[in-house]
């Protein structure tokens, strides 16, 4: 158990924050193409195009990917399969397929029973309406151009998360200006903190 985990989510909000930084804070869990820039404790990729990517540049800890999935990489003995939701729900929205590498990244990180859960990069909006994410316009991401993604599957599948694991508090990191969904307010296991206040927390685990 860790008192913190940081899942890396790949909002455009984390760039330039040193995620190297976080592995004095405790346990990482990183979503899809972060192995890029970064090698975390745990990868999340549900799209079969980026488990190919992450084995094919040699990711060797463990990463998960939807059980649809497994067996196309069992030559990798470190892809493994996600672990389940939490919960079983009758909407499309509660399909675990409906969920994608951030929520199910969410999912994972709760499962190592920490304190503290603690997300980067989970901007859920776009300030000019496009795609918001940190690798857009390379390799299996789509372009600069595309539409921004509904947000609203991520609010709502996250928020499943804060009233099923109410002993974790869920930290969101931000810029001050962010603002978080309404659905959110009612649950006191969310905090929200901006990046100043959080390299001060880092840098008081070295």
Same mark, same amino acid.
């Given at each position: 158990?860790?008192?913190?985990?940081?899942?890396?989510?790949? !909002?455009?909000?984390?760039? +330039?924050?040193?995620?190297?930084?976080?592995?004095?804070? !405790?346990?990482?869990?990183?979503?899809?193409?972060?192995?890029?820039? $970064? =090698?975390?404790?745990?990868?999340?990729?549900?799209? @079969?195009?980026?488990?190919?990517?992450?084995?094919?540049?040699?990711?060797?800890?463990?990463? &998960?990917?939807?059980?649809?999935?497994?067996?196309?990489?069992? $030559?990798?003995?470190?892809? @493994?399969?996600?672990?389940?939701?939490?919960?079983? !729900?009758?909407?499309?929205?509660?399909?675990?397929? %409906?969920?994608?590498? !951030?929520?199910?990244?969410?999912?994972?990180?709760?499962?190592?029973?920490?304190?503290?859960?603690?997300?980067? +990069?989970?901007?859920?909006?776009?300030?000019?309406?496009?795609?918001?994410?940190?690798?857009?316009?390379?390799?299996? &991401?789509?372009?600069?151009?595309?539409?921004?993604?509904?947000?609203?599957?991520?609010? &709502? %599948?996250?928020?499943?998360?804060?009233?099923?694991?109410?002993?974790?508090?869920?930290?969101? =990191? %931000?810029?001050?200006?962010?603002?978080?969904?309404?659905?959110?307010?009612?649950?006191?296991?969310?905090?929200?903190?901006? &990046?100043?206040?959080?390299?001060?927390?880092?840098?008081?685990?070295?």
């Amino acid at each position: 158990m860790s008192a913190y985990v940081t899942v890396i989510g790949n !909002g455009e909000s984390r760039k +330039g924050f040193d995620l190297y930084t976080l592995e004095w804070l !405790g346990e990482t869990v990183g979503t899809n193409a972060v192995h890029r820039d $970064f =090698i975390p404790d745990n990868l999340v990729c549900c799209d @079969r195009r980026m488990v190919s990517e992450a084995v094919n540049n040699d990711y060797k800890n463990p990463l &998960y990917t939807r059980k649809d999935w497994r067996k196309n990489f069992s $030559f990798w003995q470190n892809v @493994r399969e996600l672990p389940a939701l939490p919960y079983n !729900g009758d909407k499309r929205i509660d399909d675990p397929f %409906q969920w994608g590498s !951030g929520g199910h990244a969410l999912n994972l990180a709760c499962t190592f029973n920490p304190n503290f859960v603690v997300m980067i +990069g989970f901007d859920l909006y776009s300030s000019d309406k496009l795609f918001n994410n940190i690798y857009k316009d390379t390799e299996n &991401y789509n372009t600069k151009t595309k539409h921004a993604t509904d947000p609203s599957y991520w609010i &709502y %599948q996250t928020a499943k998360l804060f009233e099923l694991y109410p002993n974790i508090k869920f930290l969101q =990191i %931000q810029p001050d200006d962010w603002e978080p969904p309404e659905e959110w307010d009612q649950y006191d296991n969310f905090f929200i903190d901006n &990046y100043e206040n959080f390299k001060i927390l880092v840098d008081k685990h070295k």
